[in-house]
T-cell receptor, first 112, second 117 residues
């Protein structure tokens, strides 16, 4: 079983719509959860981090965490073509060293 | 200037060559990482240096050799690589607590694109 699972996509949404990206993880002891955005040919950049159950909002982005169900999601409101990228879910494993386990990423395409 | 810088950005090397990737972080962090990103695969953690202790992924072949002379600099020495080692190699850094735990954010460099011919 993969430790962090994401739908590879592509997820295609029209400009202005809400994009919903989902991620599930296998280790119940995981405490920290991150969403990174990666444009083609570039390195990952952090969008959101979330540590507690519930929602966390930052501008057009909302991260949602449900530890009981072991899933974390990212909502992008008012999607723009510039949001087109691969979104990586990452989970911090227990045991230290900030060892992040990444999902394979979901490719998002926002079309005008 | 970005917080984590990597050189070279692009490298083409033959299977018999020896080369090194360099990384420098300007964020005052105490942990540095090497990740490998191959096409259509998840980011794979190769090595961690945290609080002067090296932690490695046992699946990393010995043809990859890390070196961390201090908390700001990290190298990945490459020798006798194979074509399947062609990938994007990402350096990252973060701050960890003295108990080696922590949930602090990891920041990536721009990456070094490696092609083995």
């Amino acid at each position: 079983q993969k430790e962090v699972e994401q739908n590879s996509g592509p997820l295609s949404v029209p400009e202005g719509a809400i994009a919903s990206l989902n991620c599930t993880y296998s280790d119940r002891g995981s405490q920290s959860f991150f969403w990174y955005r990666q444009y083609s040919g570039k390195s990952p950049e952090l969008i959101m981090s979330i540590y507690s159950n519930g929602d966390k909002e930052d501008g057009r982005f909302t991260a949602q965490l449900n530890k009981a169900s072991q899933y974390v999601s990212l909502l992008i409101r008012d999607s723009q073509p510039s949001d087109s990228a691969t979104y990586l879910c990452a989970v911090n494993t227990p045991g230290g060293y900030n060892k992040l386990i990444f999902g394979a990423g979901t490719r998002l395409a926002v079309h005008p | 200037e970005t917080g984590v810088t990597q050189t070279p950005r692009h490298l083409v090397m033959g299977m018999t060559n020896k080369k090194s990737l360099k990384c420098e972080q300007h964020l005052g962090h105490n942990a540095m990482y090497w990740y490998k990103q191959s096409a259509k695969k998840p980011l794979e953690l190769m090595f961690v240096y945290s609080l002067e202790e090296r932690v490695e992924n046992n699946s990393v072949p010995s043809r990859f050799s890390p070196e961390c002379p201090n908390s700001s600099h990290l190298f990945l020495h490459l020798h006798t690589l194979q074509p399947e080692d062609s990938a994007l190699y990402l350096c990252a850094s973060s701050q960890v607590g003295k108990d080696r735990g922590g949930s602090n954010t990891i920041y990536f460099g721009e990456g070094s694109w490696l092609t083995v011919v």
